[in-house]
């Protein structure tokens, strides 16, 4: 439980519970060595998990007593599930974990069609406090503009996705002119993280998933949602935040998910004075779907410029799992 100089009174603490309704009469004082023959009621130190050491005087108390009352200044765990792993990568609870993710069949065409070398793919995902493997957690797919990184992104997304009970998931592969960041290239990379995740993580694959983005990653998800379809995932939603084309339409022609692609519900985000894709724009997109047979779009207006909603992003979440969106 504890180790004693036999010359001083400072005792190392190991580890021990903390017991509530424990009480003693603690004291701060400088830390000083002192034979326990000079004073009862001498100073000592406990050494606290995580180095931090404590200063106190005895006053009639028995040891035990006083290191169940010192364990009250000791750093107390964060709340949540353990840490998992993901292949090698350890992956923390309420925070963003990067990792490596080796490039899968589709990537290495994709590289070798370009003249490029893909080592591997980055990869990013946060998962919820509380997360684990054994019930379905739904996953949020980020996606960005050409030439920027969707990984760098996920955090923007976390703070709305935590309290809905989502994971984040994005994936980036090595850096590219904006003219070969292509929708085929951008999936490739994709693609090879989520076979990542799925092989180290069997249980994920039939879990239900969304797409989103803002700008020019809101009409790449678009076709990122598409081409998920295709291969079998369970896609229930797309965000699109300040958007001013349609590319679903076009990612149904890419890669032909079906026409249960078209029935999934797809939620417009744009502001009230965003330049570039404000209301008028916003309407052209959900006109152009319409014509292309989507069913289920919802077209929402915030207060501001062009920026993603955090308010937007909550209700698009709530929806995608809501009995009505089905």
């Not at 005895?58 to 035990?64: E, R």
């Not at 990067?98 to 290495?108: G, L």
């Not at 054994?134 to 949020?140: A, E």
């Not at 008028?280 to 779009?297: C, D």
Request: charged share 15%; glycine share 10%.
């Amino acid at each position: 439980m504890s180790a004693q100089h036999p010359m001083s009174n400072e005792i190392t603490l190991q580890a021990s519970p903390f017991r509530p309704g424990t009480k003693a009469e603690v004291r701060s004082l400088k830390s000083e060595r002192i034979p326990k023959s000079e004073n009862r009621s001498a100073p000592g130190s406990i050494l606290c998990s995580g180095g931090s050491r404590q200063s106190f005087r005895i006053s009639g108390l028995s040891p035990a007593f006083l290191i169940l009352a010192l364990l009250l200044f000791s750093p107390r765990p964060s709340p949540g599930a353990p840490a998992l792993w993901l292949g090698t990568n350890q992956v923390p609870a309420g925070t963003v974990a990067y990792f490596s993710a080796p490039p899968n069949a589709r990537a290495r065409m994709e590289a070798a069609r370009l003249s490029h070398r893909v080592d591997f793919i980055k990869g990013a995902i946060a998962i919820p406090p509380r997360f684990h493997l054994r019930t379905p957690w739904p996953i949020l797919i980020v996606s960005v503009p050409s030439g920027g990184s969707s990984t760098k992104a996920v955090q923007g997304y976390t703070n709305i996705a935590f309290r809905q009970g989502w994971v984040v998931l994005a994936g980036d592969g090595p850096s590219v002119t904006v003219e070969e960041d292509t929708v085929q290239w951008g999936w490739a990379m994709l693609s090879s993280v989520l076979d990542h995740v799925t092989r180290s993580w069997p249980p994920t694959k039939p879990w239900p998933v969304a797409c989103a983005g803002f700008s020019g990653g809101a009409k790449r998800s678009g076709t990122v949602a598409a081409a998920m379809m295709k291969e079998g995932y369970h896609v229930i939603g797309i965000f699109m935040g300040g958007c001013n084309e349609d590319r679903a339409s076009l990612g149904w022609q890419l890669y032909q998910p079906g026409e249960r692609f078209k029935q999934m519900p797809i939620f417009l985000s744009n502001g009230a004075s965003d330049p570039i894709a404000g209301p008028q724009p916003a309407a052209a997109v959900a006109n152009s779907m319409r014509q292309n047979g989507f069913t289920k779009l919802r077209v929402e207006t915030y207060g501001g410029g062009h920026r993603l909603n955090d308010e937007h992003l909550r209700l698009a979440l709530e929806w995608f799992q809501s009995p009505a969106s089905r």
